[in-house]
């Protein structure tokens, strides 16, 4: 499949996301604009008395001030166990968006490391605009003024020897 079918693939699943996005939230404001108009005064009285008796007939007072001491201290750390495990989630889901945004971010520094070595990219062209005397309008230039063009530094040009590499890394 062809690249620029990809981003039309991808752009045609973008539109129909916000479509079904804005469907969403439409559903879920006559949702709740209908369930806020149902609540009548009489319905809430009743809710309230049916609840009422309902909790009355469980006796659950009762039922938990009957509890060991041992079994609360249970359900306390059962609780504690689950808020770190939520916690725990969390952490990992933040550490796998992180990882995905490294790999994107590796995969553009290599495009642009290839195109610069190439020579093909929009860096090389202004520079070509440069040396011709053409003034290069970049964003955040003022008109008029050319952007200097910029050194090559030779320390760069190749892989530094084994021995040297951690000092000077560690040295900057």
């Given amino acids: ?79 504690w166990s689950l808020g770190a495990s939520f916690r725990a989630k969390d952490a990992a889901n933040t550490a796998e968006a992180a990882a995905d945004d490294a790999a994107v971010a590796s995969e553009v520094a290599a495009d642009t490391a290839e195109a610069a070595a190439t020579g093909t990219g929009p860096r090389a062209a202004s520079t070509a605009d440069l040396a011709s005397g053409a003034v290069a309008s970049a964003p955040g230039h003022p008109p008029g003024v050319p952007e200097a063009p910029r050194r090559v530094d030779p320390q760069w040009d190749s892989e530094p020897r084994p021995a040297e590499a951690a000092t000077e890394l560690s040295e900057r």
Avoid: C
Avoid at 14 to 26: D, F, I, K, N, V
Avoid at 33 to 58: K, M, N
């Fill in 1 to 79: 499949m062809r690249f620029k079918d990809l981003v039309q693939r991808v752009e045609d699943n973008e539109r129909l996301l916000e479509l079904q996005r804005s469907h969403a939230g439409a559903s879920w404001r006559g949702l709740r604009s209908s369930w806020r108009e149902g609540w009548t005064p009489t319905r809430i009285l009743l809710a309230g008395l049916l609840s009422g008796f309902l909790v009355g007939r469980a006796r659950p007072v009762r039922r938990i001030a009957g509890l060991p001491s041992t079994r609360w201290v249970q359900i306390a750390t059962s609780l």
